[in-house]
């Protein structure tokens, strides 16, 4: 226990990856891996809520052990900080959309088979509300422990962009256990089984999740929003699940993943040239300590930009 209260971003990354994985290796030897994309979609709801565990649990429990009850009061403080200014809410709510229909647009001028995912099913409104569910449950469960504990735990030692990088590569690894091997007999296609795995692994672990942890990260550090990461969180994952094209697999899966990658690791940069203090250590704005002192003002206004 000593270990775990000196250690605690070590052991947050730990227990998460133990639980989260752990879990889905569970749950394959019990209904094996999906064979189709139909099978897939039926399997996911389990298959998130599964995977979930980790981050959340892992994030509660460690709130508790380093920071105790004032630990919980901040958690609460800062997901109820609803507050921020309204540009904020459009990054969050909007960004996600604008890429994701600007790089569907562009690969569908090459071939239809990048079309939305939800123009092309049977019944895209079914698509569209499963994305909706789904990010509202991933953005809550996910950002309790990304957000809830460890970023703030690492901010105290390392500016905003080196945070948001270490933790969105680690972000991306974390995924690979549930979108990549769980369903690689979905999507791997023509490509070999053993190649498809390392080349969507790399997709994760340097595609769109880091640059856009880092641009939360720097959201976050505008505002102290929790609530606000939540938000952001939910559009990135209700879009990536209505977006997805139906029929794509093989190479098709990992031109389209690194496509809106590019995209998103272009608006990182811009984020990180225009806001200098994304790179240094500088002060932490809104620390995990400021509610354990009584000082964080629930639901104030974040800066604007």
Not at 247 to 256: D, L, N, R, T
Not at 282 to 297: A, M, T
């Amino acid at each position: 226990m000593n270990w775990i209260k000196k250690n605690p971003v070590l052991s947050y990354f730990i227990f998460t990856f133990l639980i989260s994985w752990g879990a889905i290796i569970i749950m394959m030897s019990i209904n094996g891996m999906p064979n189709t994309v139909a099978e897939a979609q039926a399997q996911l709801p389990l298959a998130i809520m599964t995977f979930l565990l980790g981050p959340c649990l892992t994030g509660l429990m460690m709130v508790g052990l380093v920071h105790g009850r004032n630990g919980y009061l901040n958690l609460w403080f800062r997901m109820i900080r609803w507050r921020v200014n309204l540009v904020w809410y459009a990054i969050a709510l909007f960004l996600a959309p604008l890429v994701f229909v600007g790089s569907h647009f562009v690969l569908s001028l090459f071939s239809p088979v990048y079309l939305p995912g939800f123009l092309t099913v049977p019944d895209g409104s079914t698509l569209i509300l499963m994305g909706i569910i789904s990010g509202i449950m991933v953005g809550i469960l996910e950002e309790v422990g990304w957000f809830g504990f460890v970023i703030p735990e690492m901010r105290k030692r390392y500016s905003p962009l080196k945070v948001g990088l270490i933790v969105g590569i680690i972000w991306g690894t974390w995924h690979i256990m549930a979108n990549d091997i769980w369903a690689i007999k979905t999507y791997s296609g023509e490509i070999p089984t053993a190649l498809y795995a390392v080349l969507s692994g790399l997709s994760f672990m340097i595609g769109q999740l880091p640059p856009f942890r880092i641009i939360m990260v720097w959201a976050y550090e505008r505002t102290g929003s929790l609530f606000l990461m939540v938000v952001m969180h939910f559009s990135l994952t209700a879009c990536s699940i209505a977006f997805s094209p139906e029929k794509m697999s093989g190479w098709q899966v990992f031109i389209y993943s690194m496509s809106v990658a590019a995209v998103f690791w272009v608006i990182a940069a811009a984020v990180v040239m225009t806001d200098r203090r994304m790179k240094n250590f500088g002060k932490v704005q809104f620390e995990s300590s400021r509610s354990e002192s009584g000082n964080l003002s629930v639901g104030s206004s974040g800066d604007g930009l």
